[in-house]
């Protein structure tokens, strides 16, 4: 079945860092990709998505370009900010696995003033 | 502006006793789906619901039970707690098969 990698945390990053967080993935057919961000005590929101081969999702500075070839889709930013602490998701979602929404474990980062 | 609303937020729970998650969204998304969230392991499927009437089992389903009556509401029935479905609980819905999902803030159950 489908299924998400994501690179193991947690991830302590300075303020103005580079960050990335890998992502691969395992599906039949052509998934859609997401990025999602948990803050603490709150639910899941969407950061970014992308829906075909070679498309790049952005928002608030992150990004992240879908790679078929090499079944990816990693999370990056530039300059990561204090309020940027918080647990990312990885995630697909694909008509071959009945529309279901599979994440990956999420990865916990925390950036230091 | 409310979404998927969740409740309750909190409950504790002893083992063998039954309770209902209550779920409800205001946007007449058709796909609807309750996700546990287990430290370390992401979201995992318990149900969902692909409209009014239609229901199908995820990922993790043992335990629990869940019906569409109408297009709002969605609720996850826990029949006998055990300690093992405790957990975070999500409910997330979308207008269609496929595309984002939009999330409840979460039900945190503790089952002793």
């Known amino acids: 079945g489908n299924s998400v990698t994501q690179m193991e945390g947690p991830v302590t990053l300075s303020e103005e860092a580079f960050l990335t967080i890998n992502c691969t993935y395992t599906a039949t057919g052509y998934p859609s990709l997401f990025w999602y961000v948990q803050y603490p005590g709150e639910g899941l929101q969407l950061l970014l998505k992308a829906t075909k081969a070679d498309d790049k999702g952005s928002n608030k500075g992150f990004e992240a370009t879908y790679r078929k070839e090499t079944t990816s889709f990693h999370l990056e930013k530039g300059s990561v900010q204090v309020s940027d602490s918080a647990v990312y998701f990885c995630a697909l979602r694909s008509s071959s696995n009945n529309n279901d929404m599979r994440f990956g474990a999420g990865t916990r980062l925390t950036v230091k003033p | 502006n409310a979404g998927v609303t969740q409740t309750p937020k909190f409950q504790v729970l002893k083992t063998g006793q039954s309770m209902t998650l209550q779920c409800a969204q205001d946007?007449?998304?058709?796909?609807m789906s309750w996700y546990r969230q287990d430290p370390g392991m992401g979201l995992r499927l318990i149900h969902y619901?692909?409209?009014?009437?239609?229901?199908d089992q995820g990922e993790v389903p043992n335990g629990y039970n869940v019906s569409r009556s109408t297009t709002e509401d969605f609720p996850l029935r826990l029949l006998s707690a055990a300690p093992s479905q405790t957990s975070v609980y999500f409910c997330?819905?979308?207008?269609?098969?496929?595309?984002?999902?939009?999330f409840g803030e979460g039900s945190r159950l503790t089952v002793l």
């Open positions: 619901s692909v409209g009014a009437g239609i229901t």
């Open positions: 997330a819905s979308s207008p269609g098969l496929a595309g984002e999902l939009f």
């Open positions: 946007m007449n998304h058709e796909y």
